[in-house]
């Protein structure tokens, strides 16, 4: 399939099993939002789920107090909820 053919979704898929990349990157590398990017993330990650391929997320993380127990490990939090710190590092997606 020609790339230009190629979905959204296809082509996130495509590039996260080459590499490892933020929301914020991908929406830059594919022109959308970095909510948009996490929802993509999401559905990849639910049709994942019949192969032998998995999403892999390294979750968020305070950078000042460390923190890194989020409810929901893809999300992008705004603020850490154990030191309020809005130094928090945006979770990581790879595919393998």
Not at 18 to 25: I, K, L, N, Q, V
Not at 36 to 46: F, G, L, M, P, S
Not at 84 to 94: A, G, I, L
């Amino acid at each position: 399939m020609r790339e230009a053919d190629a979905t959204t979704r296809e082509r996130i898929t495509d590039h996260l099993r080459e590499t490892t990349a933020s929301p914020s990157a991908l929406a830059t590398e594919f022109d959308v939002t970095a909510s948009a990017a996490i929802d993509h993330v999401r559905h990849i990650a639910q049709s994942l789920s019949a192969s032998d391929d998995q999403l892999l997320v390294a979750p968020p993380e305070c950078g000042d107090c460390g923190f890194s127990e989020f409810d929901d490990p893809a999300n992008r939090p705004s603020r850490c909820p154990e030191c309020k710190s809005e130094s928090v590092d945006e979770p990581v997606f790879r595919i393998e």
